[in-house]
């Protein structure tokens, strides 16, 4: 069980706009530690989406976008592709006994 | 630009000992702001973060495993290592290395390495 929640799965048609929440406490993103999301396609590797927040790496598209507030973050997705379709993390620092940075349990997105 | 490669045995008996290595290509393990790091998956389940390495050899683990992990560096060989002692079913997993930048985030990862741990 990570001490960041996520759903389990999320699903939206193509060209619609959905949203990944990612849940935590006082002891990770309640505390100001930043929060990354990663996309990662079976078989793939981990691909980082967007790190501290809201911050896009080079190359990845406008349609992905972070955000933070409380003790939780959300990754949105707009525009949804069929190639969008695969499992999504989020990922922050943490300082109860679980571990120093963890993962969401992750969130199969799929593409009607 | 940075590559990453893990290599080590595909298959571990348990109570043995898993050990792995990562080779870093494209730029060096001794810059002044990336850890190293393990991650593993196991089969349907999420990632996990193992540990990780500064170049200096200073190391930080996941207390669930720090009694049984230990991250060593090789500058001169441009690698970071990883042992998992006294392995079970439960470690089997794929398991990645992966450079953690100055923001906290994995921003380059390995390809993955399947380690099952049977007799």
């Known amino acids: 069980q990570s001490v960041l929640t996520q759903p389990p799965s999320v699903s939206g048609a193509p060209g619609q706009r959905v949203t990944i929440s990612c849940t935590g406490s006082?002891?990770?993103?309640?505390?100001?530690?930043?929060v990354h999301w990663y996309q990662h396609l079976p078989g793939r590797v981990p691909k980082l989406l967007i790190y501290?927040?809201?911050n896009r790496p080079s190359g990845v598209p406008d349609r992905f976008s972070g955000s933070k507030s409380g003790t939780s973050a959300s990754l949105a997705i707009s525009g949804l592709q069929a190639e969008d379709e695969a499992t999504y993390y989020c990922?922050?620092?943490?300082?109860?006994?679980?571990?120093?940075?963890?993962f969401g349990g992750g969130t199969k997105l799929t593409v009607l | 630009q940075v590559q990453l490669l893990e290599s080590g045995p595909g298959l571990v008996k348990p109570s043995q000992t898993l050990s792995l290595t990562c080779s870093v290509s494209?730029?060096?393990?001794?810059?002044?702001?990336?850890?190293w790091s393990w991650i593993r998956q196991p089969a349907g389940k999420g990632l996990e973060w193992i540990g990780r390495?500064?170049?200096?050899?200073?190391?930080d683990y996941n207390p669930s495993l720090k009694s049984r992990v230990t991250i060593s560096v090789d500058t001169s060989k441009n690698q970071f290592s990883l042992k998992l002692t006294s392995v079970t079913a439960a470690d089997t997993a794929v398991y990645f290395c992966?450079?953690?930048?100055?923001?906290?985030?994995?921003?380059?990862w390995g390809q993955g390495t399947v380690v099952t741990v049977s007799s």
């Open positions: 992966a450079r953690q930048a100055a923001t906290a985030a994995f921003d380059i």
């Open positions: 990922q922050s620092y943490d300082t109860s006994l679980s571990a120093f940075w963890v």
């Open positions: 006082s002891s990770n993103i309640g505390a100001g530690y930043d």
């Open positions: 494209g730029g060096s393990i001794n810059t002044g702001s990336s850890f």
């Open positions: 390495v500064y170049a200096t050899g200073s190391t």
């Open positions: 501290g927040n809201d």
